[in-house]
Each structure stands twice: as structure tokens, then as C-alpha cells.
């Protein structure tokens, strides 16, 4: 295959012949390399070549000309499997030579310090992976061409830096990194083609196997680098904004050709499905972080890309579905070595959170994942709890990186080392603790169920009881399979576990706030089961009666399936009947549900915050939960969740600013200059987060205007409606507003008025955090205030255990009281504990009230 004249580097005649060093050096192990590199006399390296003769060439030619030498061949060759085993010989020779040059001056200099040599290697991967990218598969060559790959990615972080945020700036100023970026994806998605087939055909021969194994380390490889670069806020900035990759569905091919990878028996190929699996969905999580373009909108954008999606995430929720009945815990268990298998399946919750919380999606996931949860729901209440409702999670999952070894992966398919002497791939491990993971867990559980509740009339009006309504479809389905003969007051009790276990699970989420779950996410999940609970009492108690009256006879219109019969869709036309006795206060939503009078029930909450049950009595945890006494005030003010990161200080700022630039949404350049205003006074707006502010409150302002009769406000008006409205804290509107809640402007923070005075402080307190200065450094929540806790005795030192939701700081500032159990930094504890949970001086924690 030939590529265009345009895709081709310029060349430069060739000062010296390179091919005989490069094929005879890469013949080598990477330490007998090393060790003639590093002995060379007057910088000239000496060999026997395999006639026997004696060969010399000058390390400085080699480092300066080797890579235009590679180029130079790539165009003037035929890409067969001389070619790829030459090149793949001579970018192994670049590592070598970029691993030993801060050991010599005169390699340094030549690699990292000559501009046109760091032009030469840029040419020369750039062109490598264009080619790689648009070059056919061969059955006989898939290891080479996923080893040039992988390698020639790596050799960036070789020649330019180890550190990806260094990188990802040189790649984004080079005029050819769209093409790049882009030729890269499609080239690992060729290899993830080839090992689909190479797992799909079950292969049991040792060599076979052995091959796949150093296929599968190569993609991880390549998947891998993408990924890292995806972490960094600049390059997926620049991501979203490739039309081929993201308007097109580039990434999303990748992703759907890495989730259809089968699983397989053998334990290291089982932990390598799930970690690409893993790592392809932390890239796309990390384009739906990307605020100045909605990734999720263009996605959305054309059909075939919106059906794309949708087929992509079918198999994310058919994977979760999956793990949570427990399939993919047993394979492989009999293998007395275990690999790390990466967070997939708290990755897949996370893109599903995300997926449920946005329009495009919304009824997609309602569609076809509500039946997951509702298997979830209907486990045994000891199971339940033990699953979604324990301090801990078995099994929990842990995350990893390879750590790719270029030399001795290229060494093995050039069959320079034998399979004896490549080295096990090693990792390293990012471990999540216990707690941090079922904490995190639990919390997207209530989070996509909240997401699904939460209806907002202005954009999705189609939606609304969509959930409820799949829900109780699904209910009725999982009824409907129980064997026949089991008399319906056995389906009523079966039912009770259903709203038993959501109880419980209500009780849990509450004391993840605000670690891990808002006060609007949780209010949201006790509104779903208040709409919940009556329809399901009123669904057995039809069951009894008919057990009573007719003997197991059913009607067409009493069992509501009679219309319906085709589409298994039960008719709930009586669920506004329902809900607004219970508004009225009429009729007990628990009714017929043994949840209020067992005596066993037993709820328990530690110091850490997490529900415990008790031996025998973990069936209970549900007494004195009233869900529906303020079920009306909190429908109509979950309807929109309020998620305004702006504190007071920024709301008065824009509201000063729109008295003389009213139409300031119009205007991109104010826009873009007051959202880096008011950054600088608390949270870090973008420029579509304030766009969106702008715009809700001019509609807010209308809809006031035109209730009252009179004009919408001009310029004059601001001030008087804000007074009207409560304050300067305008509520918006949207839930597609990306805001957090924060606490109320009207809190009152009161500071010690004696420094230095002992504060005698309690746990689930809300405190201030100030340095020596007394200024503010963030707030938090006590979680311990006396005692020892991780070998620090608290009370003798003056301090307190403090879990940190809200930083005015870099959150890798140093603590004042480093230890094992925070580390260094608030990020440090993050990564630690999941939370930033760390030791604050007593007498620098101020209440805030």
C-alpha cells in the first residue's frame, strides 16, 4: 500500500548507510545493547556482525540519523514483513538510545537538546502511525504491526517526558496532532478487531496462546496511552473537537469493538478484556467531563453516531447486568494467580450516572436498564444488605497501569528473546480501599435511580412516571415469573422485600451525605419509593383479593393485561389516583406491607457514617422511615435540582454587571471575560456554565414578568427582582445546568473569637477550615473528634478527623499533619480513603452554621 504524496514526510539525503547497524544492533538484547552503548570508545560503537567481521558506527550518527533513516525506508519500501521487522528493529535501537542518554553527555545532547532530531522522531512516529492506521491487518503480521504501535507511542514518552500533562501541550502544539490522535485510535481498534478474533476462535495451542498473550499486552499498551493522554483537561478538550473521532464515532467504534471482547477462562486473558474494557470507558467518561463542548450532544448530533451509542452502551448495561448476578466472579477462580482487573464495573456505573442524567439518553437507559435494577431490588433483604448496604464490597475491583516494557516486547517478536526471558507484565496497582469502593458504589446506584425521578417538564415531557411506569412493568414481570402454584400471599411478602430493600438502601444513602451522595440525589431516590410503595400495595392487595373472590380467576380489566396482552404492559392509569391520596394524607402508602411492626428491625450508624445491621436482624433497618408526609413540597422542588456552584460573592458580581450589560448572554467576549472573573472568587466557572446561568435567568425573568401581566425587565429591573425573588441567589431552572449544590448564602460562619482556645468539637458537625493566618481554607464535616484513629490519639495531640467536601486551595496542598492514612496531600488522602479525609488542628475548625 502506497499513501499520498501529502501524508510524506520531507526527506533529506542520507549522510551515512544505517540499514546493516540497524538490522545487526537489533539482533541484540536490550543489555547486551545497553552495554556496548555505554562502552563505547570515543563514542563509537563496535560489534561482530554475523560474518564474523568487525563493525563500528558513531553514536552520534546513530542518534541523528536513525529515525530519518526509518522514514525514509518506510516510503521507499513495500510494507511487507521485511519492512515491519526492520522498522520495529530500528524504533527498539531509538529506546535503547533514549533510556541510556542521561548516562551520556553526547546522546543528550544529540535526542533531547537538537530541535531538528526531536522534528525527525515527531516526523517519524507521526508518519508511523498514519500508515499503521490505514494499513490492512495481515493474519501473518498482526504482531508486528501491534508491536510497532505500541511502540512507536511509547517512544514519545522516551524522547519528549514521562509526565503526561508535558506531552499532551508539545503534542497539541504540533500542526499535525488532529491526524494524529485520530490515526492512532483507528490503529488500535485494528488490533482490537484482530484480538476479537483471536479470543472468539478459543485458541489452546501454547504457542497460539503465547502469541495472543503479547497481542493483548500490546493493545492494553496502546489503550493505555491514549487513555493517559484523555486524563489530561487540554488534549480532550481538543478531543471533542475532532470531527472524525467524535462527530463521526471514531472513539465510539473503539469502544463498541473493546465491549464486545469476550471473556475468556484462562485468568490473564479474563483481566485483560476487563481492564481494556475498563480503561475505554474511562476515556469516554472523561469526554463527558469536557465543559466547553457537551461530548454526549455531539454524539447525539446524527443518527448513525446516536445509534452507534446506543448500541455501545446496550453492552455496557448487559455487562452490568452481568456482574451484579455474579457470572464474571467465579471465571477463572481457579487460578491460583489473580491480575488486576481494573474498575469496570464501577466505570460502567459512572458512564451510566451520566447517561441517565442526560437528555439524549435519559429514556434509553430508562428502557433498558430498569430491569437491572429492578433485579437488584427484588434479592433477599440479608443479601441486599450485605451487597448494596456493607461498609465493604466483596469482591472489590483494583485498578492498575501496565508497565509496557518497549525493549523486551520488541525483543520477543523479533525474536531476539525467547519467551524464557520476557519478564511476566508487572502493574501498578492504584488500590481503592474497601470502604471508599462500596461507598462509591452504593452512591451511583442512588444517583441513576435519582436521575431517572427527577422530571423536568420543560425538556422532557415525555418522560414523565417513564420510569416509575418501566419499573413497575418490570415488577410485575419478576412476579409473574415466580413458580405457579405460590399463593399470592407469598408474592405480597416476596413484594414487601422489594420496598424493604429500597428502605434500607435509603437509610444507607443518608449517611453517605456528603461524602458520596447530595441532599437533592437522596431526596430524589425517598420521592421515587414514596410514588413507589402505594402502587405496589395496591398491586398485591388486587392479587389477595382475587385469591379471595375468584379463586385465582382473573378478569381482563382487573389485571389491566387485557389490552395489552401483546406487549406485556401493564396499565397504571390509577397512579395519579394513588399518589394524590397520598398527597392528601387519605391512605398509608405502607399498607399491607410488614415494614412498620417488625420487632426486629435494628438500624445502626457507626462513627464512620455506615450502616451496620446486626446478625439476625439484618431484615429490618426500615422503622420510623415516613416517606410521604412531605411527598407534595418535595415533588415540586425536585422537579429541578438546584446545582449553583456560584457563591454569593459571584452571583452579586454578574447581577452588578448585568445593570449595564443586560443582553451580556448575547456578547461571547463578556461571556468568556466575567466566567474568569468570577472564577477568581470561588468556583471555577466555564464559559458554557455561565452562558446557560445567563440564559435561565433571562427566561426566569420572563415567566415572572408574564405571570404578573406586566413587560419583562430591562436594564432598571434587575435590582427589584432580585429583591422580589429572595435575594441575589437566583435558582436556575435547568437541570442541564452542571452546577453543585453549595451551602446557603444565608449561612452564618462564626469564628473563634480566642485563638488558640481549645473547641471542643462532635462528629457530623459542619466546620470551616482556616490556616495559621485564620484564613479560610475549605469546609467539611467532622467525621472524628476524640479517641485514636489510624494510631493518632486525637485528644492528646487537639485535633479532629475531618472529611473535606469543598477546597479553596490546590487540592495537593500540603496538610499540616501528614500520616499513612492521608499522605501528604488532600489528593494524596483522596486517592487514599476515596474522600479527602484528613487530621485539622482542633482550634483552626471553626462551625459553620
Same mark, same amino acid.
Given at each position: 500500500?502506497r499513501t ?6 520531507c526527506r533529506i539525503p542520507?549522510?551515512?548507510d544505517l540499514?546493516s547497524?540497524?538490522?545487526e ?20 560503537i563496535?560489534?561482530t ?9 558513531g553514536?552520534?550518527n546513530l ?16 510494507q511487507d514483513?521485511e519492512?515491519f521487522?526492520y522498522l520495529?528493529?530500528g524504533v ?6 533514549c533510556d541510556?542518554?542521561p548516562r551520556?553527555s553526547?546522546l543528550?545532547?544529540?535526542l533531547?537538546e537538537?530541535?531538528?532530531v ?10 508511523t502511525v ?5 494499513t490492512?491487518?495481515d493474519?501473518?503480521?498482526?504482531l508486528?504491526?501491534?508491536?510497532l504501535l505500541?511502540?512507536n507511542?511509547?517512544l ?6 514521562a509526565?503526561?500533562?508535558e506531552?499532551?501541550?508539545v503534542l497539541?502544539?504540533?500542526p ?5 490522535v485520530?490515526?492512532?485510535f483507528v490503529?488500535?481498534?485494528?488490533d ?10 478459543q ?7 503465547s502469541?495472543v498473550?503479547h497481542?493483548?499486552q500490546h493493545c492494553e499498551?496502546s489503550?493505555?496511552f ?8 487540554s488534549f ?6 475532532n470531527?472524525?473521532?467524535c462527530e ?5 467504534w ?9 471473556f475468556?477462562e484462562?485468568s ?5 478484556v476487563?481492564?481494556?474494557?475498563s480503561?475505554?470507558?474511562s476515556?469516554?467518561?472523561?469526554l463527558c467531563?469536557v465543559?466547553s463542548v457537551s461530548?454526549?450532544?455531539v454524539v ?7 445509534n452507534l451509542?446506543?448500541s ?5 448495561l448487559?455487562l ?8 464474571? $466472579?467465579?471465571?477463572?477462580?481457579f487460578s ?10 464501577? $466505570? ?8 441517565s442524567?442526560?437528555?439524549n ?16 431490588f427484588?434479592?433477599?433483604?440479608v443479601e ?11 469482591p472489590s475491583?483494583?485498578?492498575a497501569t ?5 525493549l ?17 507484565? +508487572?502493574? =501498578?496497582?492504584?488500590r ?6 462500596a ?5 451511583l446506584?442512588?444517583?441513576v435511580?435519582?436521575?431517572l +425521578? ?6 422532557c415531557k415525555?418522560?414523565?412516571?417513564l420510569?416509575?411506569?418501566t ?9 409473574s415469573?415466580l413458580?405457579y ?12 422485600i ?10 444507607h444513602?443518608?449517611?453517605?451525605i456528603?461524602?458520596?451522595? $447530595? ?6 431516590f425517598r420521592?421515587?419509593?414514596?410514588q413507589?410503595?402505594?402502587?405496589i400495595?395496591q398491586e398485591t392487595s388486587?392479587?389477595r383479593a382475587r385469591?379471595?373472590n ?6 381482563p380489566?382487573?389485571s ?24 392528601n394524607?387519605n391512605?398509608d402508602?405502607?399498607n399491607g ?5 417488625q420487632?426486629?428491625?435494628v ?20 422503622n420510623g422511615l415516613d416517606?410521604?408526609t412531605t411527598?407534595?413540597?418535595e415533588?415540586?422542588?425536585l ?5 449553583n456552584i456560584?457563591?454569593?460573592?459571584q452571583?452579586?458580581m454578574?447581577?452588578?454587571a448585568?445593570q449595564?450589560?443586560?443582553e451580556m ?5 463578556s ?9 477568581l472568587?470561588?468556583?471555577e466557572?466555564?464559559?458554557?456554565q455561565?452562558? =446557560?446561568?445567563? =440564559? ?9 414578568a408574564?405571570?404578573k ?6 436594564k432598571g429591573d ?8 429572595g435575594g441575589?441567589?437566583t435558582?436556575p ?5 452542571c452546577?453543585e449544590?453549595?451551602p446557603?448564602?444565608?449561612?452564618v460562619t462564626q469564628r $473563634?473569637?480566642?485563638a488558640?482556645t481549645?473547641v471542643k ?7 470551616v ?5 485564620g ?5 467539611g464535616?467532622?467525621?472524628q473528634a476524640s479517641?485514636?484513629?489510624?494510631g493518632?490519639?486525637?485528644d492528646?495531640?487537639g485535633?479532629c478527623?475531618v472529611?473535606v +467536601?469543598y ?7 500540603s496538610l499540616?499533619?501528614?500520616c499513612?492514612?492521608?499522605g ?10 476515596g ?7 482542633s482550634?483552626?475548625l471553626?462551625?459553620?452554621?
Amino acid at each position: 500500500m502506497r499513501t499520498g504524496r501529502e501524508d510524506k514526510p520531507c526527506r533529506i539525503p542520507e549522510p551515512i548507510d544505517l540499514v546493516s547497524p540497524v538490522k545487526e544492533l537489533q539482533t541484540l538484547s536490550s543489555l547486551e545493547l545497553s552495554r556496548l552503548i555505554r562502552d563505547a570508545d570515543n563514542d563509537t560503537i563496535q560489534w561482530t556482525s554475523s560474518d564474523g567481521s568487525s563493525k563500528q558506527i558513531g553514536v552520534e550518527n546513530l542518534a541523528r540519523y536513525l529515525a530519518w533513516n526509518l522514514v525514509a525506508r518506510f516510503v521507499q519500501c513495500e510494507q511487507d514483513e521485511e519492512l515491519f521487522r526492520y522498522l520495529l528493529g530500528g524504533v527498539r535501537l531509538l529506546h535503547a538510545l533514549c533510556d541510556l542518554a542521561p548516562r551520556s553527555s553526547k546522546l543528550e545532547q544529540v535526542l533531547l537538546e537538537d530541535v531538528k532530531v526531536s522534528e525527525q522522531m515527531l516526523d517519524l512516529i507521526f508518519f508511523t502511525v498514519h500508515v499503521l492506521s490505514r494499513t490492512r491487518q495481515d493474519s501473518k503480521l498482526f504482531l508486528l504491526q501491534s508491536a510497532l504501535l505500541a511502540s512507536n507511542l511509547y517512544l514519545l514518552t522516551a524522547f519528549v517526558s514521562a509526565q503526561w500533562h508535558e506531552l499532551s501541550l508539545v503534542l497539541l502544539a504540533h500542526p499535525k496532532v488532529d491526524r494524529f490522535v485520530y490515526g492512532a485510535f483507528v490503529a488500535v481498534k485494528r488490533d482490537i478487531q484482530v484480538l476479537q478474533v483471536k479470543l472468539s476462535a478459543q485458541y489452546t495451542m501454547q504457542s497460539d496462546l503465547s502469541d495472543v498473550n503479547h497481542l493483548c499486552q500490546h493493545c492494553e499498551a496502546s489503550l493505555q496511552f491514549l487513555q493517559s493522554l484523555c486524563q489530561q483537561r487540554s488534549f480532550r478538550e481538543r478531543l471533542v473537537k475532532n470531527k472524525d473521532l467524535c462527530e463521526e464515532g471514531g472513539i465510539l467504534w473503539l469502544a463498541h469493538d473493546i465491549m464486545k471482547l469476550p471473556f475468556c477462562e484462562d485468568s490473564y486473558l479474563m483481566a485483560v478484556v476487563s481492564r481494556l474494557k475498563s480503561k475505554v470507558l474511562s476515556i469516554l467518561l472523561h469526554l463527558c467531563e469536557v465543559e466547553s463542548v457537551s461530548f454526549l450532544d455531539v454524539v447525539a448530533s446524527t443518527t448513525n453516531v446516536l445509534n452507534l451509542a446506543k448500541s455501545t452502551i446496550s453492552q455496557v448495561l448487559n455487562l452490568l447486568r452481568t456482574m451484579f448476578r455474579g457470572d464474571l $466472579n467465579g471465571l477463572a477462580a481457579f487460578s491460583d494467580k489473580t491480575y488486576p482487573r481494573g474498575l469496570l464495573q464501577l $466505570n460502567a456505573m459512572r458512564l451510566t450516572d451520566i447517561l441517565s442524567d442526560d437528555s439524549n439518553f435519559r429514556s434509553y437507559i430508562t428502557l433498558n436498564f430498569t430491569e437491572v435494577l429492578t433485579t437488584i431490588f427484588w434479592q433477599p433483604h440479608v443479601e441486599f444488605l450485605s451487597s448494596w448496604c456493607s461498609s465493604e464490597s466483596r469482591p472489590s475491583e483494583e485498578d492498575a497501569t501496565l508497565d509496557y516494557d518497549s525493549l523486551a516486547a520488541a525483543g520477543w517478536v523479533l525474536g531476539v528473546l525467547p519467551s524464557s526471558d520476557v519478564p511476566e507484565p +508487572t502493574f =501498578n496497582a492504584c488500590r481503592v480501599a474497601r470502604t471508599s469502593y462500596a461507598f462509591q458504589r452504593t452512591s451511583l446506584l442512588v444517583k441513576v435511580v435519582a436521575n431517572l +425521578t427527577c422530571f423536568i417538564p420543560d425538556i422532557c415531557k415525555e418522560e414523565k412516571d417513564l420510569f416509575l411506569n418501566t419499573f413497575l412493568q418490570c415488577f410485575q414481570k419478576e412476579l409473574s415469573n415466580l413458580p405457579y402454584g405460590v399463593p399470592n400471599n407469598s408474592r405480597a411478602e416476596r413484594a414487601a422485600i422489594v420496598t424493604q430493600n429500597l428502605r434500607a438502601l435509603f437509610l444507607h444513602a443518608e449517611s453517605l451525605i456528603p461524602g458520596f451522595l $447530595n441532599q437533592d440525589d437522596v431526596q430524589l431516590f425517598r420521592l421515587f419509593i414514596a410514588q413507589l410503595e402505594p402502587v405496589i400495595t395496591q398491586e398485591t392487595s388486587i392479587d389477595r383479593a382475587r385469591e379471595i373472590n375468584g379463586g385465582g380467576q382473573e378478569s381482563p380489566d382487573a389485571s389491566g393485561k387485557g389490552g395489552n396482552q401483546n406487549e406485556g404492559i401493564t396499565d397504571h392509569s390509577h397512579l395519579e389516583e394513588i399518589n394524590q391520596l397520598n398527597l392528601n394524607g387519605n391512605e398509608d402508602p405502607a399498607n399491607g406491607l410488614p415494614m412498620h411492626d417488625q420487632r426486629t428491625d435494628v438500624a445502626q450508624t457507626v462513627p464512620g457514617g455506615v450502616l451496620e445491621t446486626n446478625g439476625d436482624a439484618q431484615n429490618g433497618v426500615t422503622n420510623g422511615l415516613d416517606l410521604t408526609t412531605t411527598q407534595q413540597s418535595e415533588e415540586k422542588q425536585l422537579r429541578k435540582r438546584k446545582r449553583n456552584i456560584m457563591n454569593h460573592t459571584q452571583i452579586t458580581m454578574l447581577e452588578q454587571a448585568l445593570q449595564n450589560e443586560p443582553e451580556m448572554q448575547r456578547k461571547a467576549a463578556s461571556v468568556q471575560l466575567w466566567a474568569e472573573k468570577i472564577s477568581l472568587h470561588g468556583s471555577e466557572i466555564s464559559f458554557s456554565q455561565l452562558k =446557560n446561568w445567563l =440564559n435561565n435567568r433571562k427566561a426566569k425573568l420572563a415567566r415572572t414578568a408574564a405571570a404578573k401581566d406586566v413587560p419583562a425587565p430591562s436594564k432598571g429591573d434587575n435590582v427589584a427582582f432580585n429583591e422580589k425573588q429572595g435575594g441575589s441567589g437566583t435558582e436556575p431552572e435547568s437541570a442541564d445546568e452542571c452546577f453543585e449544590p453549595t451551602p446557603s448564602t444565608t449561612q452564618v460562619t462564626q469564628r $473563634n473569637p480566642e485563638a488558640g482556645t481549645s473547641v471542643k468539637h462532635e462528629p457530623g458537625q459542619f466546620v470551616v477550615l482556616t490556616d495559621v493566618q485564620g484564613e479560610e481554607i475549605g469546609k467539611g464535616c467532622v467525621h472524628q473528634a476524640s479517641g485514636t484513629w489510624s494510631g493518632t490519639n486525637l485528644d492528646e495531640l487537639g485535633l479532629c478527623v475531618v472529611d473535606v +467536601t469543598y477546597l479553596k486551595v490546590d487540592k495537593w496542598s500540603s496538610l499540616p499533619h501528614p500520616c499513612d492514612a492521608t499522605g501528604a496531600s488532600f489528593g494524596h488522602a483522596e486517592q487514599i480513603n476515596g474522600i479527602k479525609r484528613v487530621l485539622w488542628d482542633s482550634t483552626k475548625l471553626v462551625l459553620s452554621r
